[in-house]
Nanobody, 115 residues
C-alpha cells in the first residue's frame, strides 16, 4: 500500500527556516508529479512547490525565492527547504504524488510562523 508521511514541521519565528521531509513507502507507477501543498485555516489547499512531468519545477508565487523542493539521497524522499518564513506561511503542509491512475497524499505536518 502506498503511504506518504511528512515530518519536520513546527513553530518558528518570522525569518526562520524549516526543512520538511516526505517519506514515501510502497510502489507507485506512472508518476506524473510530486510536490508540496499547504492549507491554511479558512483557505483552500494551494500549491507550494512541485516537480511536474519532464522535471519542470513550479513554485507558488508567494514562496518563489524562499522555498526549494528537492529529492533526498534516498529515492521516494522529497524535501522542502523553507527559508525566510513569514506568518502567512502558517499552514498544514501536505506531500503529494500524482500518477496516471491516482493521487497520493500524506496526513500533513503543521508549520506555524509566529513571534
Amino acid at each position: 500500500q502506498m503511504r506518504l508521511e511528512e515530518s519536520g514541521g513546527g513553530l518558528v519565528k518570522p525569518g526562520g527556516s524549516l526543512r520538511l521531509t516526505c517519506a514515501a513507502s510502497g510502489t507507485i507507477f506512472k508518476v506524473n508529479r510530486m510536490g508540496w501543498y499547504r492549507q491554511a485555516p479558512g483557505k483552500e489547499r494551494e500549491l507550494v512547490a512541485e516537480i511536474a512531468s519532464g522535471g519542470i519545477t513550479n513554485y507558488g508565487d508567494s514562496v518563489k525565492g524562499r522555498f526549494t523542493i528537492s529529492s533526498g539521497n534516498t529515492k521516494n524522499t522529497i524535501h522542502l527547504q523553507m527559508n525566510s518564513l513569514k506568518p502567512e506561511d502558517t499552514a498544514v503542509y501536505y506531500c503529494n504524488i500524482g500518477s496516471m491512475y491516482n493521487d497520493y497524499w500524506g496526513q500533513g505536518t503543521q508549520v506555524t510562523v509566529s513571534s
